[in-house]
């Protein structure tokens, strides 16, 4: 069986897809006066889809689209933003999230948090200074992954913004419902210096996690003296 590129989209995840998709509507307060037939079609809603996966697998620029395989790329655009608002995005990665629970199981007891600077996709919507590139504006990606490292946070802010004050909205913003810990299924949360300090640890105990904050270099140590033991953090670096 030969496999699809990256942004391909199979016949099997379009029927995952479709039935989130909203369906489109006509304005009752608008009278239309154009023939029936007439002007141009809409385009499909798969076409449109697989535009915007192309996009978002690629990071080619929505105008750069192939025009003669998805159609216009502003259009598909458009959709890309009153989908995104409709929550169609979300409601996707719940229902993924949904299935990988059901086939593989969340594995809740290992979290990792972690952000990481990118450019500004989201132009004035969340950007600030780059603290490394004073000369540019950037996003911050701020994000939650479980033990093999599936999302299941992000919030998006500006590049200035610290991490330590990101982490309550992070851990709040879970797409899913998170399980209550239990003595005998205990949550950890795996974190950098970045979150170090007596708020944020009280924040990780107030929601019953057991923090384990560390530097880059008590990892390496700790792999060089403690038998078996184990990094987990990297799981939030590779999803990044």
């Known amino acids: 069986m030969s496999r699809l590129p990256s942004w391909a989209v199979s016949d099997a995840f379009w029927k995952r897809v479709e039935p989130l998709l909203p369906q489109p509507t006509s304005n009752p307060n608008k009278s239309y006066l154009r023939k029936k037939g007439g002007g141009r079609k809409p385009l499909a809603y798969r076409q449109v889809f697989e535009g915007i996966v192309y996009v978002l697998r690629t990071g080619c620029q929505w105008k750069a689209l192939p025009k003669e395989v998805f159609g216009s790329p502003s259009s598909i655009h458009t959709y890309f933003r009153r989908w ?4 169609v995005f979300l409601a996707l990665w719940r229902a993924g999230l949904a299935e990988y629970d059901e086939m593989e199981g969340i594995s809740w007891s290992w979290q990792s948090i972690d952000s990481a600077m990118t450019k500004a996709p989201l132009a004035r919507e969340a ?7 004073r000369g540019k504006k950037g996003s911050k990606r701020h994000l939650l992954v479980e033990e093999r490292g599936v999302p299941l946070s992000i919030v998006v802010t500006g590049a200035n913004r610290h ?3 990101q982490l309550e909205i992070v851990l709040d913003s879970i797409v899913i419902q998170r399980p209550e810990p239990t003595v005998e299924q205990p949550q950890h949360l795996c974190a950098d210096k970045g979150y170090d300090g007596k708020p944020a640890h009280q924040s990780l105990v107030d929601r019953d996690y057991i923090p384990h904050v560390r530097r880059r270099g ?3 140590e700790a792999k060089k003296t403690v038998p078996g033991y184990r990094a987990r953090r990297w799981v939030v670096e590779v999803c990044h």
């Not at 995104?84 to 929550?87: L, P, Q, S, T, W």
């Not at 950007?127 to 590139?133: H, K």
């Open 84 to 87: 995104e608002k409709a929550g």
């Open 127 to 133: 950007v600030g200074p780059n603290p490394t590139d």
């Open 163 to 165: 991490d330590v004050t």
């Open 218 to 220: 008590e990892e390496i």
